[in-house]
């Protein structure tokens, strides 16, 4: 049973029905200011009022004891220890600590204000009142904007006889410097009076340099250490590894030892990540990757020779152009070859055999740029011949992406220090090119021309907004990019995770498969044709399988057949059908009879 109960409501109780209209504005009432009521009143003038749609409203509150506070002036003297104590002599500190922790006024002080601190305690603990309400939306949502870069300096050599800039380091402090080494890299065509110094440069004065590094040979490579900023480490043309202290001038402060140093020019120098900070390594053309302490610098600590055969003849060894060191795997490094191939080796293996891990072999040339991806280790970017690869250590037949084959050669590459799907690389026809491949994976998000010149290296700074790109003609140019390419989008780990997961697993099944392939044709070389009949079979099932069909469907039929016919004769006969099949079988077999007498010989 449903009960309804209906409420009535006469139409008058509704109000008046409203019309509208499209019509004119029409002036109902007028209402002139009164001057006399202005009389009563101040003026207040500036006005300053805050305005708020919504209420203000709290998740938690709580009852607090009300606490006053006044400004005082304090006169703080180093460590706040008395004027006859030395806060550098250990013994005096230890001294003072201990006639202080005996005085009772100093028992009392903590016993008081440890109940205060209880307190406080008790109640931070009753209420959390640092609670973050927004976990979920740690990523700043970046606006949608077309990506942009604009150039901010340029640095020029300021030497009349121009030098390619061939390295680039960031000030680890604030990256408020920009160190650049100039050398010649064109073997024996480098011109009579070339200058070997390279340069400091302070960002906010492009005119001149700030300091001078005055090297015995021209530097390739040049590095700040990231534990001490006044310590540079540059790799020279001739082989030798030197080391400066910026406190100290621009001298050499530290070389290496002719005939213990590299035979060819060192393209790759990276500090360790050590306690002391002291520690580094370099890699050169001449296949050996040596490593050192710039304490005492006359011959390596270490040495290994890249020899893929594991057999350690400096004949047979690659020569390296680029170096990855990543602080999270200390005991791994990866060597960019002149011959296109990645080696990644083990420096705590105890065998030479051991040293060697894998190789990933990808590019047609020199590997001029390697690096990891500071958010996933595991995957790491090359830059060689006309392409920029991304490549996966579960992967080593082949690189997971890659760009399209450009028009001009490729020199440098790097990751973005902020965001996981961005890299930059640079071209020989004065082209900056910026990747992001959630955004779009064929063309890069943007492409800048830089200079008329070739570019022959770029370094990132820390907070991913400004590059530094070194051409040719020996100039620094430094870039600004837009606020997209350099904060964390939404969702971006996830997305760039997802599609360095896909792509690795895709390129795992097509190296099953290519292995499969192999391993066909090896066995049609040696007459071993097992796959191929596997595979006619294959084909020739569908026939197979109708053929049964067919057999089956006859033999069904032939036994409908044979049940037909016992079934007719089961069926009984009328009589004058059987006395004419009677009748028909006595003639048959009298005829039979005389036939047979017929054919008896007399």
Known sequence: MEIVYVYVKKRSEFGKQCNFSDRQAELNIDIPPNP??????????????????????????????????????????????????????????????????????????????????????KQNNAIDIYQEYFDDEDVVEVMEEAPSAKTINVFRDPQEIKRSATHLSWHPDGNRKLAVAYSCL??????????????????????????????????VTLEYNPKDSHVLLGGCYNGQLACWDTRKGSLVAELSTLEFSHRDPVYGSIWLQSKTGTECFSASTDGQVMWWDIRKMSEPTEVMILDISRKEQLESALGAISLEFESTLPTKFMVGTEQGIVISCNRKAKTPAEKIVCTFSG????????????????????????????????????????????????????????????????????????????????????????????????????????????????????????????????????????????????????????????????????????????????????????????????????????????????????????????????????????????????
């Open 36 to 121: 006399e009521l202005a009389e009563q009143f101040v003026e207040r003038n500036p006005v300053d009022t805050g305005i708020q749609c919504s209420t203000s409203m709290s998740e938690h509150e709580a009852n607090t004891e009300r606490f006053e506070m006044e400004t005082r002036g304090i006169n703080h003297v180093e460590g706040g220890w008395p004027k006859d104590v030395n806060p550098l002599e250990l013994e005096q500190t230890i001294r003072f600590r201990k006639k202080v922790e005996k005085d009772e006024n100093y028992i009392n002080a903590i016993m008081q204000l440890g109940s205060i601190m209880e307190h406080c305690i």
């Open 186 to 219: 064109n073997f024996q065509r480098a011109p009579e009076g070339m200058s070997h110094e390279s340069y400091i440069w302070d960002l906010e004065n492009p005119n001149k340099p700030e300091i001078v590094l005055k090297p015995s040979s021209p530097l």
């Open 363 to 602: 590019h047609h040339g020199p590997i001029y740029a390697l690096q990891r991806n500071p958010f996933y280790p595991k995957n790491f970017l090359t830059v060689g011949d006309w392409t920029a690869r991304i490549w996966s250590e579960d992967s080593r037949e082949s690189s997971i992406m890659w760009t399209k084959y450009h028009m001009a050669y490729l020199t440098d590459g790097a990751w973005s220090p902020v965001r996981p799907a961005v890299f930059f690389t640079t071209k020989m026809d004065g082209t900056l090119d910026i990747w992001d491949f959630v955004f779009k994976q064929c063309d890069p998000a943007l492409s800048l021309k830089v200079c008329d010149e070739a570019l022959f290296c770029l370094r990132v700074q820390d907070n991913g907004c400004f590059i530094a790109c070194g051409s040719q003609l020996g100039t620094a140019t430094l870039l600004e990019v837009s606020t997209g390419l350099c904060t964390l989008q939404r969702n971006e780990k996830n997305a760039a995770s997802s599609i360095f997961e896909r792509e690795t697993r895709r390129e795992k099944i097509l190296e099953a498969r290519h292995r499969e392939m192999r391993l066909k044709e090896k066995g049609k070389a040696e007459g071993k044709d097992d796959d191929q009949r596997e595979e006619e079979t294959a084909l020739n099932l569908e026939q197979l399988v109708a053929k049964a069909e067919e057999e089956f469907f006859d033999f069904i039929f032939s036994e409908l057949k044979k049940k037909e016919a016992e079934a007719m004769k089961k069926k009984p006969k009328p009589k004058h059908q059987a006395l004419e099949e009677d009748e028909e079988a006595e003639g048959e077999d009298q005829g039979e009879e005389e036939g047979e007498r017929a054919e008896t010989p007399i």
